[in-house]
Nanobody, 114 residues
């Protein structure tokens, strides 16, 4: 059973940076496309970035956020720079593999405020 545990959220001022981490366990990490999603208050969950054979970003974070993965540590990261108040949300890690169910972490809160 895949388990995902996010960490690294917190309060940051506009223009600041945070790095989120997601620790993966319970299966073969390399088989999964990993992703970050976010859900702001009163809004639907939306894609932030994914990484498999290549990377994919939401237009709203291109040039500011970078997704990466470390196979040895079974961890996926989201480096977030130039943060804006509209980036405030709960950020969720996901693991996807064709023909199997999607897995989700419990989320980590990012608050961008002065």
């Amino acid at each position: 059973q895949v388990q995902l545990v996010e960490s690294g959220g917190g309060l940051v001022q506009p223009g600041g940076s945070l790095r989120l981490s997601c620790a993966f366990s319970g299966s073969i990490f390399s088989l999964f496309v990993m992703g970050w999603y976010r859900q702001a208050p009163g809004k639907e969950r939306e894609l932030v970035a994914t990484i498999g054979g290549n990377t994919n970003y939401a237009d709203s974070v291109k040039g500011r956020f970078t997704i990466s993965r470390d196979g040895a540590k079974k961890t996926v990261y989201l480096q977030m720079n130039s943060l804006k108040p509209e980036d405030t949300a709960v950020y969720y890690c996901s693991a996807h593999r064709s023909g199997a169910r999607d897995y989700w972490g419990k989320g980590t809160l990012v608050t961008v405020s002065s």
